[in-house]
T-cell receptor, first 110, second 114 residues
Framework: RKEVEQDPGPFNVPEGATVAFNCTYS??????FFWYRQDCRKEPKLLMS?????NEDGRFTAQLNRASQYISLLIRDSKLSDSATYLC???????????WGAGTKLIIKP | DAGVIQSPRHEVTEMGQEVTLRCKPI?????LFWYRQTMMRGLELLIY????????DSGMPEDRFSAKMPNASFSTLKIQPSEPRDSAVYFC????????????FGPGTRLTVT
């Protein structure tokens, strides 16, 4: 079983819709959680951290469920520019390594 | 301020040849990471350095791969001899110790071994 699992998609979503996807992690000792975004043929970039209480950044909302060991990302009022692959990332804090999911591909259609 | 710089951006080489990838991290960052990304395996950490010292190279596939960081502003990843299965995008990333989760990636080197 992979340490961080994501639905690879693609999620095909009309512009303006709300879309959500989850990521599960296997190590209960995981302490920090993040979403990175990777555009096609580009490098990954940090999108947002995920806090225990949940957090929001504009149209993006991230949630953490420690009991079930998953994190989620919700995108409201989706834009064409949101089309990308979203990578779920976990850190155990025992070292400085990040454990990366394989990514969920999102395609926003006009 | 310039981001992470990688060179070359594209490399096509024949099996058996030596390949050297280069990286210049963001000035002041004390962590440097080398990753490999393929469709099949996703993003894999190969090795990372702290203050120019290799900390964990357990992700390096085999002895054909080696990495060095002779100073704070330069690192290399070398593959010798290269094989077709090494074809991938190789990313270098850097971060500050206190924000190690916020890794800044270079544009990557797209390596094709024929």
């Amino acid at each position: 079983r992979k340490e961080v699992e994501q639905d690879p998609g693609p999620f095909n979503v009309p512009e303006g819709a709300t879309v959500a996807f989850n990521c599960t992690y296997s190590n209960s000792a995981s302490q920090s959680f993040f979403w990175y975004r990777q555009d096609c043929r580009k490098e990954p970039k940090l999108l947002m951290s995920v806090y225990s209480s949940g957090n929001e950044d504009g149209r993006f909302t991230a949630q953490l469920n420690r009991a079930s060991q998953y994190i989620s990302l919700l995108i409201r009022d989706s834009k064409l520019s949101d089309s990308a692959t979203y990578l779920c990332v976990v850190n155990q804090k025992s070292n400085y390594q990040l454990i990366w999911g394989a990514g969920t591909k999102l395609i926003i259609k006009p | 301020d310039a981001g992470v710089i990688q060179s070359p951006r594209h490399e096509v080489t024949e099996m058996g040849q030596e390949v050297t990838l280069r990286c210049k991290p963001i000035s002041g960052h004390d962590y440097l990471f080398w990753y490999r990304q393929t469709m099949m395996r996703g993003l894999e950490l190969l090795i990372y350095f702290n203050n120019n010292v290799p900390i964990d190279d357990s992700g390096m596939p085999e002895d054909r791969f080696s990495a060095k960081m002779p100073n704070a502003s330069f690192s290399t990843l070398k593959i010798q001899p290269s094989e077709p299965r090494d074809s991938a995008v190789y990313f270098c990333a850097s971060s500050l110790r206190l924000r190690s989760y916020e890794q800044y990636f270079g544009p990557g080197t797209r390596l094709t071994v024929t």
